[in-house]
């Protein structure tokens, strides 16, 4: 006599794997990709001179980010990110492995470097949420991930130039699963 398996038991086993480990990649994603990292807020009175003009910071009035740490190139022990972008947006990272495979961001494009909010003088510092290689290259973004459903590339006037760094420091353990 035959021992027959129900197919149907077999396909409930494994969406029943797939929702569970998606579901966890899913939690685990979005528990560290709203992560911020307290940024020390910085605030300036207007000062005079000798001719008593009032001297302000500069106020940053573009869309366009910019990563201003780690610069281009460095060697870096960690994975924090740092730049300017317009005050109180929000701005979502990329990860781009290797280097050379996305030529854009589109609304496909996974945010898989995690997400920050501006601070009001326009500054933003997070530590990327899927760091698994030891270079890598960023790019940031203060459009939505979701703004743009044709699939079309970003307005590059809405995401930074990329920058490639080495992180010297240890890969987190979700890398070596």
Do not use: H
């Amino acid at each position: 006599m035959e021992n027959k398996t129900n197919p149907w038991t077999i396909v409930l086993a494994v969406v029943i794997t797939a929702v569970v480990v998606g579901g966890g990649v899913y939690y685990w994603q979005t528990q560290n990709s709203t992560k911020v990292l307290p940024v020390e807020k910085v605030t300036t009175q207007p000062t005079t001179s000798d001719t008593k003009e009032a001297i302000t910071q500069p106020v940053v009035k573009s869309n366009k980010p910019v990563i201003t740490y780690p610069a281009n190139g460095s060697t870096v022990n960690g994975v924090t990110i740092k730049g300017t972008a317009k005050p109180n947006s929000e701005i979502w990272a990329y990860v781009i492995y290797p280097e050379n495979e996305m030529a854009c961001i589109t609304s496909n494009s996974y945010a898989n470097g995690g997400a920050s909010t501006v601070d009001s003088n326009g500054n933003f510092e997070f530590a990327l949420a899927e760091p698994c290689s030891k270079k890598l290259t960023v790019v940031v973004s203060v459009e939505e991930p979701a703004a743009d459903k044709t699939g079309a590339c970003r307005n590059s006037e809405n995401v930074s130039a990329p920058i490639t760094f080495t992180n010297s420091g240890e890969l987190p353990g979700i890398c070596s699963q």
